[in-house]
């Protein structure tokens, strides 16, 4: 690791409140709020993902007049995975949504909430997924419809966020909660465009899998139909155990078993961010 990267995860570390080395803080965040394995992770019955092939691409498509993509095998196996990516190849998957012979990925992937991410936090989350556990499993390769693809990207988050801004909690909450791209599932779409400006977090996305269908809620401050009058305790353990405020169980994809690992001094923050934004 270069010592620029070690001394910015270092710092960041120190506004977390822990020590975390830049391995520690890729995995951390790959492995919980990104949820990369959410959706890179095979599924068994019912949608139980199949850990012995954890990141190493899923079966379900996801289709859309744009394109049809599977997950794709994001472990280091050279011949199926992106053990021939550099790690500036990565990066720019990640970040800017492009394969290293510079096609488009599908938005499905969604790098416009990714552009906030830190450089310090990024390189860290590269350095993690080339460490972890090649694994050879070939997946369907994309189908791309049109040349360019829309790319959604929330207000506030089309640039890395200053490391310092991070010290204070909304402002931490909007970060956690743009890479956790918890906006892409929880904001309508309108026209083809998620409806940022007038429906940020109101909900009402369906999502079908081997769950059944979910819906995802309102997670505005709205007292009667959103989360205004839940506790911030109650919104950490809707986030972290799937446990709405009056105790029935949510379903997938919402990825609270990731939400778990996270501090809850991270969780503090997203609740910060969440109070924070228009009540609809």
């Not at 391995?23 to 949608?47: A, F």
């Not at 499993?137 to 490391?163: C, F, L, Q, S, T």
């Not at 931490?172 to 977090?201: Q, S, V, W």
Request: with cysteine; charged share 25%.
């Amino acid at each position: 690791m270069h010592a620029k990267l070690w001394l910015a995860a270092l710092a960041i570390a120190a506004t977390n409140g822990y020590a975390q080395t830049p391995l520690e803080r890729g995995k951390y965040l790959t492995e919980g709020i990104l949820t990369c394995g959410n959706c890179h992770t095979p599924r068994g019955p019912k949608g139980v993902l199949d850990t012995a092939n954890r990141h190493a691409g899923g079966p379900q498509v996801w289709e859309t007049a744009e394109y049809r993509v599977r997950p794709s095998n994001i472990t280091p196996d050279k011949d199926s995975g992106i053990g021939g990516w550099s790690a500036g190849e990565v990066k720019a998957a990640i970040r800017d949504g492009k394969r290293p012979n510079g096609q488009q990925i599908s938005p499905q992937m969604p790098y416009g909430f990714y552009k906030i991410f830190t450089p310090a936090d990024l390189d860290a989350v590269v350095a993690y997924v080339q460490s972890i556990p090649p694994v050879s499993r070939k997946v369907e390769p994309p189908v791309y419809k049109v040349k360019n693809m829309v790319v959604d990207i929330p207000p506030g988050a089309a640039k890395p966020m200053p490391e310092g801004a991070l010290k204070d909690p909304v402002k931490r909450g909007f970060y956690l909660a743009t890479i956790g791209h918890c906006m892409e599932c929880h904001t309508p779409m309108d026209k083809g465009h998620r409806d940022f400006k007038n429906a940020l977090g109101t909900g009402g996305e369906k999502f079908e899998g081997p769950w059944g269908v979910t819906v995802s809620r309102n997670i505005t401050p709205h007292k009667e139909i959103g989360i205004g009058a839940w506790t911030d305790d109650e919104i950490k353990r809707a986030i972290t155990k799937g446990v709405r405020k009056d105790g029935s169980k949510m379903r997938p994809p919402m990825g609270f078993d990731w939400y778990a690992t996270m501090t809850d001094a991270d969780l503090s923050a997203i609740v910060a961010y969440l109070r924070s934004i228009p009540a609809r």
